[in-house]
Antibody
Framework: QGQLQESGPGLVKPSQTLSLTCTVS??????????WSWIRQPPGKGLEWIGY???????YYSPSLKSRVSISLDMSNNQFSLKLKSVTAADTAVYYC????????????WGQGTLVTVSS | QSALTQPPSASGSPGQSVTISCTGT?????????VSWYRQYPGKAPNLIIY???KRPSGVPDRFSGSKSGNTASLTVSGLQPDDEADYYCCSYAGSNNWVFGSGTKVTVL
C-alpha cells in the first residue's frame, strides 16, 4: 500500500513562495501506473484540486492556480514537490499530496496533510 | 471551474439510509465516468469510498453505493452507523486534465 507524507514550512509570508514536499513510500513515483497530486483545503472549507504530475514529468494544473503553481518530481528521493508563488492569506490551507491511479483516474491514497498559514 | 453542488447537510437515524447528491454539468459529471466519493473525519485526510461512479475499493463495505443520472451523481449510505458521521465530498473529472470537487456534505447520525 502506498504511503505519503507532506513536509515543509507551516508559515509563509505574503508574496513569498510556498514550498512543500511529498515523500512516497511503498511504491515508486517512477511507476507509469500512477500520477501524483496536490489538493488543498482552506480551514473550514471544501477541497480544491491544485494539480498533478505523471512519472514522465508532464504536469497539469488547475486553471485558477496555473500562473502561480509548479509541481516537480525527485526520482532519486522518491518525492514530488509543490511550489506556489506570490501567496496571500487566501492560500492558507491544509495541503494534501495524493497518489492517483491512472487506470481509474482516482486519488486513492492521501497524505495526512500539512497546514500552511500565510501571514506576516 | 465551479465546485460541484452538494447539499450542505444530511442526516439519518442509525440503521436508516441517507443519500447525498452531487450536481455538476454535462462537461463533468454528466460526461465522464470518473466520479469518486470521499469521506473525511474532522482533522483527517479524505478517504476514498467510491470510484468510477459506483465501484468500491477493497475494504469499503457494501453499505456504500454510488450511482449517476444525467449531471447528478449520488452516494447512498445504508444502515447508518455512528462512525458514518463525517463530511463527504464528490469529485469529478472535468476534461482537459482538470478535476473538480463538490462543496461537501456533513452527514449527521441522529
Amino acid at each position: 500500500q502506498g504511503q505519503l507524507q507532506e513536509s515543509g514550512p507551516g508559515l509563509v509570508k505574503p508574496s513569498q513562495t510556498l514550498s512543500l514536499t511529498c515523500t512516497v513510500s511503498g511504491g515508486s513515483i517512477s511507476s507509469g501506473d500512477y500520477y501524483w497530486s496536490w489538493i488543498r483545503q482552506p480551514p473550514g472549507k471544501g477541497l480544491e484540486w491544485i494539480g498533478y504530475i505523471y512519472y514522465s514529468g508532464s504536469t497539469y494544473y488547475s486553471p485558477s492556480l496555473k500562473s502561480r503553481v509548479s509541481i516537480s518530481l525527485d526520482m532519486s528521493n522518491n518525492q514530488f514537490s509543490l511550489k506556489l508563488k506570490s501567496v496571500t492569506a487566501a492560500d492558507t490551507a491544509v495541503y494534501y499530496c495524493g497518489r492517483g491511479v491512472v487506470g481509474t483516474m482516482t486519488v486513492d491514497y492521501w497524505g495526512q496533510g500539512t497546514l500552511v498559514t500565510v501571514s506576516s | 471551474q465551479s465546485a460541484l453542488t452538494q447539499p450542505p447537510s444530511a442526516s439519518g437515524s442509525p440503521g436508516q439510509s441517507v443519500t447525498i447528491s452531487c450536481t455538476g454539468t454535462s462537461s463533468d459529471v454528466g460526461y465522464y465516468k470518473y466520479v469518486s466519493w470521499y469521506r473525511q473525519y474532522p482533522g483527517k485526510a479524505p478517504n476514498l469510498i467510491i470510484y468510477e461512479v459506483a465501484k468500491r475499493p477493497s475494504g469499503v463495505p457494501d453499505r456504500f453505493s454510488g450511482s449517476k443520472s444525467g449531471n447528478t451523481a449520488s452516494l447512498t449510505v445504508s444502515g447508518l452507523q455512528p462512525d458514518d458521521e463525517a463530511d463527504y465530498y464528490c469529485c469529478s473529472y472535468a476534461g482537459s486534465n482538470n478535476w473538480v470537487f463538490g462543496s461537501g456534505t456533513k452527514v449527521t447520525v441522529l
